[in-house]
């Protein structure tokens, strides 16, 4: 089965442009989350959908914003981008059955000129 | 002070040594994860506990909920290990976690 794809794998942007990022979760897996490592400091929690619900979102300004597909996909929308949002940007899935166990995708990595 | 803190920031050992990373945490939680990256950014789940110990090959993960302390521990360390460790807490629905900043850790030959 293939494991959790993002897409595109980079990126370059200039400030004040906006970027969708997105996330194909692993097959019958219902939740994903999206999450910004800026580099050389840990991930931050920025999304998660569960069943096309938000269900949870981090301290992130309303510049960024998410949805779910009915078939669970998902994309992440940056407006007004920054030179701060240049980051890796890693998308999780989780199935219902074990939701604590996380499945990352290789991440986007966004560099903003 | 971050709510998620790991010790060492950067770790560096000789093959076949034992390796502890240790993590701890300021707030409540309901699960910790621990996780591992590599260069390129793959982020793979290595442990979620919630309580006692759990191992998985030459790793082995602890946590203490009243001290609020979680342990790493890499038996027979090998070059392949080397990678970044990270620690995260947050509820046991998967999604919403808190990050510590990771331990690069380089296992030399």
């Known amino acids: 089965d293939a494991g959790v794809t993002q897409s595109p794998t980079h990126l370059i942007k200039t400030r004040g442009q906006h970027v969708t990022l997105r996330c194909s979760p692993i097959?019958?897996?219902?939740?994903v989350s999206w999450y910004q490592q800026v580099l050389g400091q840990g991930p931050q929690f920025i999304f998660q959908?569960?069943?096309?619900?938000?269900?949870g979102r981090g301290n992130f300004p309303d510049r960024f914003s998410a949805r779910q597909f009915p078939n669970y996909s998902s994309e992440l929308n940056v407006n007004a981008l920054l030179l701060g949002d240049s980051a890796l940007y890693l998308c999780a899935s989780t199935r219902a059955s074990t939701p604590g166990e996380l499945f990352f995708g290789e991440g986007s990595r966004l560099t903003v000129l | 002070k971050n709510e998620v803190e790991q010790s060492p920031q950067n770790l560096t050992a000789q093959e076949g040594e034992f390796i502890t990373i240790n993590c701890s945490y300021s707030?409540?939680?309901?699960?910790l994860h621990w996780l591992q990256q590599h260069p390129g950014g793959g982020i793979v789940s290595l442990f979620m506990l919630s309580s006692g110990k759990k191992k998985h090959g030459r790793l082995i993960a602890t946590i203490n909920i009243q001290e609020k302390h979680s342990s790493l521990h890499i038996t027979a360390s090998h070059p392949r290990d080397s990678a970044v460790y990270i620690c995260?807490?947050?509820?046991?629905?998967?999604?919403?976690?808190?990050f510590g900043q990771g331990t690069e850790l380089s296992v030399k030959p």
């Open positions: 707030v409540g939680i309901s699960a």
């Open positions: 959908y569960y069943e096309k619900e938000e269900r």
């Open positions: 995260a807490v947050g509820d046991n629905q998967g999604g919403k976690l808190i």
């Open positions: 097959s019958g897996h219902k939740s």
